[in-house]
Each structure stands twice: as C-alpha cells, then as structure tokens.
C-alpha cells in the first residue's frame, strides 16, 4: 500500500470537467482519505464532484457553495471513499479557473 496525492489546478465549468484522479488501473484499489475543493477566484462559487464507474456516474456533491477565500473538504476525518479498476473522479466549478483541488489516498494492488 502506498500514500499519494494529486494536485488539480484551475479547475471550471461544467462543459469540461476535470478529472482530478488518474483513472484506477486493473488489479489496484484507492481508497480516498481526504479531498477538498478550494475556491481561488475573487467571487463565491459553487462546485461539484462525481464518481465515476464506467458509463455510471454519480454526484459526491453537488452545486455546494464555496465562499471567497475558503475551502469544502469533501472527503476527510472519518469519511473514505474507495474507487475500484476503471473509477476516476472529476470536478467542476460554476466559474472559469475558480477552484483547486487536492486528493489524498491510499493505493493497493488487488
């Protein structure tokens, strides 16, 4: 098992979507141990993040208001969330290169 992180910066819109994890390959686990979503822009926004499994996609949050200044920590403290072969996650804002995102997780081969 091996710790990581991921920095994704000037993340925006909803039209294209950042992918803020590298896709899960084959034979591997990662089980998320913390994720926020700070917001770099000189206005409040909104962010949202999905889980993605293939075709299926489903909102780890969705539309929450992030204040000038100010960070959501998505996944932290006592919440993990586990993304199996094929699963990435993505993440955007409600303004243009608003919002940067940090992942931290654990990865393990199966």
Known sequence: M????????NIGLSASPTTVT???SASTAHT????????TSASTITV?????KGASSAFVIK??????????????????????AGDSLTAY???STSCDAIISYLSASN
């Open 48 to 52: 949202s993040a999905k889980l993605n």
């Open 32 to 39: 998320v141990i913390g994720f926020s979503l700070a917001n």
């Open 22 to 24: 590298d896709t899960v």
């Open 63 to 84: 539309d929450a208001t992030v204040l000038v200044g100010g960070t959501l920590i998505i996944v932290g403290g006592d919440q993990k969330l586990v993304l199996e």
């Open 2 to 9: 091996a710790f990581k992180s991921k920095i994704s910066a």
């Open 93 to 95: 804002s409600s303004a």
